[in-house]
């Protein structure tokens, strides 16, 4: 069988990782509408990126446009504890953040972004460290993480690239599912005033 870089076996690979980047975000979008909260939401998110590669560690770190700080809303990863909301520093998150691009980091890769001043170590030592930025409709809104303690699991520049495809998805999906939950607690604080209007006259009245 012809196995060349034209060949029918890179051919099925090539579609078969189309079908499987289209699936995943179809699940993707269709997660909005079947989730209830943000949490249910990433939750559902890890699990389709574990679908298209190993996520046992996997993260969600996002940036509001009103202030230099840094949360991450999203963390499971068998190593490292949860990080707290920090303000912007110089690890790799930030940097995949500051530059907009993904970024595959084996050790050597960290070592000259360190050596260069451009990163510096936060957290525990990584075999490979994948990110990617989630662009929002006019910004970008954070970074998603995979990561790999074991040389057992290593990251290519494919797993990259299906990372790459399915992020604006990502992004998309998180926008509306926090525009939902803005508008859901605009409602309940609206009905909540109406609900208190009755008493308020009535103090008003007594008062006057």
Same mark, same amino acid.
């Given at each position: 069988? =012809?196995?060349g870089s @034209?060949?029918? !076996? +890179?051919?099925?690979?090539? /579609? =078969? ?23 249910? %939401? ?8 574990? @679908? ?21 809303? &999203?963390?499971? !990863? ?9 303000? *912007? ?10 530059? @907009? ?12 972004? +360190? ?7 936060? @957290? ?19 970074? *998603?993480?995979?990561q790999s303690?074991?040389?057992? +699991?290593? &990251? ?6 299906? %990372? ?24 309940? /604080?609206?009905?909540?005033? +109406?609900?208190?209007?009755?008493? %308020?006259?009535?103090? %008003?009245?007594?008062?006057?």
């Amino acid at each position: 069988m =012809e196995s060349g870089s @034209g060949g029918p !076996d +890179v051919r099925k690979y090539i /579609r =078969e990782r189309g079908e499987l980047v289209q699936a995943a975000a179809f699940r993707i979008a269709e997660a909005v509408t079947a989730t209830e909260s943000l949490q249910e %939401l990433f939750s559902r998110i890890h699990s389709i990126v574990g @679908g298209l590669m190993e996520a046992a560690n996997f993260y969600i770190a996002l940036h509001g446009p009103d202030r230099d700080v840094l949360s991450f809303p &999203y963390f499971v !990863d068998l190593v490292d504890e949860p990080f707290p909301p920090k303000p *912007l520093g110089k690890g790799l998150t930030e940097y995949v953040l500051r530059t @907009g691009r993904p970024l595959l980091a084996s050790p050597a890769i960290f070592k000259e972004l +360190v050596a260069s001043g451009q990163v510096e170590q936060i @957290g525990s030592d990584s075999v490979d460290w994948l990110g990617v930025p989630l662009r929002g409709r006019d910004r970008t809104i954070g970074v *998603l993480v995979v990561q790999s303690y074991s040389g057992k +699991v290593r &990251y290519t520049e494919d797993d990259r690239d299906l %990372l790459v495809f399915v992020s604006s998805q990502i992004a998309q999906a998180i926008e509306r599912k926090r525009s939902e939950e803005a508008l859901r607690e605009s409602e309940l /604080r609206l009905r909540a005033i +109406v609900a208190a209007l009755p008493d %308020l006259i009535l103090v %008003l009245r007594q008062v006057a």
